[in-house]
């Protein structure tokens, strides 16, 4: 199996598999970034909070409750983790 996408002749565009042990780092590090995101707990102004950050690292959000941050996370259409 090469780097490259199959496509399926009669979906033109759609791919149906690919050999991950041949994607570049860049590429191995980009996946799952759009979907994961982490959830730490950090003080904000003296009080708990919690940051909300994509799978890259980037900041998101901050909530006040895990509980909100982890149904912010699934109500976007995102996978949660907790980091402790």
Do not use: W
């Amino acid at each position: 199996m090469n780097s490259q996408p199959d496509y399926d002749n009669d979906a033109p565009g759609l791919a149906l598999a690919m050999d991950i042990r041949h994607l570049s780092s860049e590429q191995f590090s980009a996946l799952g970034v759009s979907q994961l995101a982490y959830v730490k707990p950090i003080l904000l102004n003296g009080a708990k909070a919690f940051a909300i950050h994509g799978a890259d690292g980037t900041p998101m959000a901050v909530a006040g409750d895990e509980t909100v941050a982890m149904a912010a996370i699934v109500q976007h259409e995102m996978v949660a983790a907790l980091v402790h």
